[in-house]
């Protein structure tokens, strides 16, 4: 059963090495007060923070989901521009709040994507203390940014994966991330921060090859592909489209 999203306050049924940043041009529209801003003709500083699903462990970097974004939204203001994807392979949520939040005070981002928690599970992470970071992370994004220019996404399932079996025993790997997935949309959504569960999307990597990277534990370009036809109509409503 896919995860109860929120967008721009209603509700509907939705569904790693470090990449150096790159520069980018924007306009700076946050009003500092955490309430909603006015995009118009913006380019925001996109930064992406996350573990491999976000950094695209074994794709290139075209096919990784915060490149296909950008490039599906196209240049036509408002529109986001990829100021940085700090994301790391192998990172938890901890690693998140000490590595990649401080990053931000140089990147001036305007939009940000989160994306965390497999990590944690696989490291045996307890959900109280995972439960505890995220509320720190997106405690600090609001703070900088304001709820309406963040995006939450949720973990896919890499139990279904060829060699999802080489992390833990896949039953009890695959009710991990659902349950972390619940506590990351659910602090999300207290705080009224747009979420898109592509948990569901994963699953059929199961049966379909293609959708796995050469590594047989990451998603590939193809299924990010399947990612962004849900993450761009969220981020759409997001920038005022």
């Known amino acids: 059963m896919p995860l109860l999203t929120v967008l721009a306050g209603c509700t509907v049924l939705a569904g790693c090495g470090a990449e150096a940043p790159a520069g980018g041009s924007a306009t700076g529209l946050h009003t500092g007060d955490g309430g909603p801003t006015t995009v118009t003709d913006a ?13 695209g462990t074994s794709v290139g ?34 690693d998140v709040m000490d590595v990649q939040l401080p990053a931000l005070d140089a990147l001036r981002p ?14 045996g992470v307890p959900e109280v203390t995972f439960r505890r970071n995220v509320d ?15 995006l939450v996404v949720t ?3 890499y139990t279904v994966t060829p060699a999802g079996a080489d992390y833990g025993d896949p039953a009890q790997q695959a009710a991990g991330i659902r349950s972390f997935n619940e506590v ?11 979420v898109v569960d592509i948990h569901d999307l994963s699953l059929a990597a199961a049966s379909d090859p293609s959708l796995v990277a050469r590594d047989g534990l990451h998603p590939s370009g193809a299924q990010y592909a399947r990612w962004i036809e849900r993450i761009l109509p969220a981020v759409e409503v997001m920038l005022g489209r």
């Not at 380019?43 to 950094?55: E, W």
């Not at 305007?110 to 490291?123: A, C, P």
């Not at 949309?185 to 009224?192: D, E, F, K, L, M």
């Open 43 to 55: 380019v925001l500083r996109y930064v992406a923070l996350g573990d491999s699903y976000t950094i």
């Open 61 to 94: 970097v075209s096919e990784r989901w915060p490149d296909q974004l950008v490039a599906a939204l196209g240049p036509e203001p408002p529109t986001l521009d990829l100021a940085g994807n700090l994301a790391v392979n192998g990172f938890t949520s901890r």
């Open 110 to 123: 305007e939009f940000v994507t989160l994306l965390v928690g497999v990590n944690d599970v696989v490291q």
């Open 136 to 150: 720190a992370i997106l405690d600090d994004l609001v703070g900088r940014l304001g709820k309406d220019r963040i």
């Open 155 to 157: 973990s896919p399932d």
């Open 184 to 194: 990351l949309a659910g602090i999300a959504a207290t705080r009224g921060i747009p």
